[in-house]
């Protein structure tokens, strides 16, 4: 008999999964569930909910089958610089409008990798948010101010 291995990392993402899916599924049950056909507003909320314990389950039996490499150090940048990136987008889209907010929010998500040169990031953020608004103003219409008050001199 071969010996156990396990892998903490692993079973601790998983049982996060779990724990994420179960607090949306609850949440999700005092919303109107409906049928595939006429979806309530709970269907999607729980659908999904469903997808991330079962996630969560797989990720877990397969920390058993696998042994754990030592984690790493953390991504010190990649935290500093990703996960502020939508606040800042979400902070300065009223004012500054959809153009200027996104690709600011590009240009500092950008920087999350040391290979980034500035010409890299300028590039990458004009390119998104051309790609941005190709989609989401022209392609999908969406009313949102393309630049907002704090631009209007």
Do not use: H
Not at 9 to 32: K, V
Not at 61 to 77: F, N, S, Y
Request: charged share 10%.
């Amino acid at each position: 008999m071969g010996k156990l291995t396990f892998d903490r990392t692993n079973a601790l993402c998983g049982a996060l999964f779990i724990a994420a899916g179960l607090f949306f599924m609850i949440q999700s049950l005092d919303l109107e569930m409906g049928t595939a056909f006429r979806m309530g507003p709970g269907y999607f909320p729980m659908l999904l909910s469903g997808i991330l314990v079962l996630l969560g389950l797989i990720v877990l039996i397969q920390a058993t089958r696998v042994e754990g490499e030592p984690a790493g150090p953390l991504a010190w940048r990649g935290m500093l610089l990703l996960l502020p990136a939508p606040i800042l987008f979400g902070l300065t889209v009223r004012g500054l409008g959809f153009v200027p907010a996104i690709f600011l929010a590009a240009l500092v998500a950008s920087f999350a990798s040391r290979r980034m040169t500035i010409t890299m990031a300028l590039v990458l953020s004009l390119i998104l948010t051309v790609f941005s608004v190709a989609v989401f103003s022209y392609g999908l219409n969406l009313p949102f101010q393309r630049f907002g008050p704090w631009l209007r001199f």
